[in-house]
């Protein structure tokens, strides 16, 4: 049943720059929708059912808008390395195993179960190239109670011959015939189209691919502008194109008439901004992974303030832990990094800035999404921060800034996606 009363100390994001608090508080849920905040019970719901958590702190579900499923085995492994150099050494060798179910299985297995146990409610998620494993991981996710959207990787050039695709035509027919598999097989899980990025991508597939999108009305997830290396290379493979946005925007791979997501946007210039804001791209900011693997900062107070889409990512493995608690953390301390030694006019962000993206900002990818306000669907994560000793009581915003800051898996109480409880 998702029509219940919860209790406990709410806190979620309104907009980009204020946390709500509502500490003791009722929040009704119904149908797995948020219905209504109330300091007590009205008398019209008084014989609901009631989930009691007085005294624990009740936040949104978080969505992560961009973590590579096989990618999880080696989360902490070459993070001295550059992103090139990474995708040769550990990336490609790894994501080649997953021709063998029996490993798929079992990897597959380990990544949604550490997923499920997080603070992440909804993410967007990138398989391998292969088929039957991506199946796989989709049956998973369904499983897990949680939602999410996952995507067959497509690539037909510069990688090696052992996950190279045959051909673009080749991956454009594998592609589809994943669609029409799944499309409609699975409640929570829904398929993202996912060409791993331009320098993986001839023209060819890239045309291919927008004939599915215009067919099947699927999304779109990559990445953009993460790394000098990697853009420099896209300008050499696509002179013709304006920016390495144009060389996704030219072939409608871009947003515009579908949901599209691009991770990373380091050192996106004002030109590229302005298309991801026309086309209503969302920017899957991250991080850890940024950090990692020395790509840069992003300026996402700067994006924030412009108007542009942004949510927060894992980017597991770049990024080392699927605990979107540490990637609040890491977006806040490299923003003030970047504003220390870089560029003194985009601000550090803030912790109602860094909650928002990981929340409300990411959450607006999968529609009303991230908050408890009216009418959004109701995913939700108890925290007992109890544990969490301090010597003095503290007020609610001290004990949720505490938190995104000490918290870990251990204090999550319970989970609740769309109104189901997960545990």
Not at 91 to 102: A, G, V
Not at 111 to 135: G, I, K, M, Q, Y
Not at 176 to 183: D, P, R, S, T
């Amino acid at each position: 049943m998702n029509t219940f009363l919860i209790k406990g100390d709410l806190c979620f994001s309104e907009d980009p720059y204020h946390i709500r608090l509502c500490p003791d508080s009722y929040l009704l849920c119904r149908d797995g929708l948020c219905k209504g905040i109330f300091p007590q019970i009205p008398e019209q719901y008084k014989d609901l059912p009631l989930k009691d958590y007085s005294g624990k702190m009740i936040i949104p579900g978080m969505s992560d808008l961009h973590v590579h499923a096989p990618q999880f085995s080696y989360r902490g492994l070459g993070m001295d390395m550059e992103l090139l150099d990474w995708l040769n050494t550990y990336t490609f060798p790894e994501e080649s195993k997953y021709t063998d179910l029996d490993y798929a299985d079992l990897a597959y297995q380990q990544f949604v179960d550490a997923l499920r146990r997080s603070t992440t409610t909804r993410a967007s998620v990138f398989a391998t190239v292969h088929n039957p494993a991506t199946e796989l991981l989709m049956e998973k996710m369904e499983a897990s109670g949680l939602i999410s959207c996952v995507g067959k990787v497509n690539m037909d050039r510069n990688c090696p011959d052992y996950i190279r695709e045959k051909s673009a035509a080749a991956s454009v027919a594998a592609t589809e015939e994943w669609i029409c598999h799944v499309k409609d097989r699975f409640r929570n899980t829904k398929p993202i189209l996912t060409p791993r990025f331009i320098p993986t991508c001839t023209d060819e597939l890239i045309k291919g691919l927008r004939t599915l999108v215009e067919k099947y009305h699927v999304p779109v997830q990559s990445h953009l502008s993460e790394n000098f290396g990697e853009i420099a290379w896209v300008k050499e493979l696509c002179p013709g194109a304006k920016n390495y946005g144009d060389a996704y925007d030219r072939f409608g791979l871009f947003g515009g008439d579908h949901p599209c997501i691009m991770a990373h946007c380091v050192h996106s210039d004002a030109e590229e901004q302005a298309l991801m804001k026309k086309n209503g791209v969302f920017i899957a900011h991250s991080p850890l992974s940024n950090t990692n693997i020395a790509s840069g900062v992003a300026p996402i107070s700067a994006y924030i303030k412009g108007g542009l889409e942004v949510g927060l990512a894992s980017d597991v493995a770049g990024g080392d832990s699927e605990n979107l608690l540490h990637s609040i953390v890491g977006a806040i301390r490299a923003s003030k990094l970047r504003w220390r030694l870089l560029d003194q006019e985009v601000k550090p962000l803030s912790v109602d800035e860094a909650f928002y993206i990981a929340t409300l900002g990411g959450g607006r990818f999968f529609g009303q999404v991230g908050s408890f306000l009216e009418g959004y669907e109701f995913d939700a994560v108890v925290l007992d921060d109890s544990t969490i000793v301090h010597p003095q009581e503290l007020s609610l915003r001290a004990r949720l800034e505490r938190s995104l800051y000490l918290a870990d898996d251990r204090h999550i109480m319970a989970k609740f996606v769309k109104g189901n409880q997960l545990f």
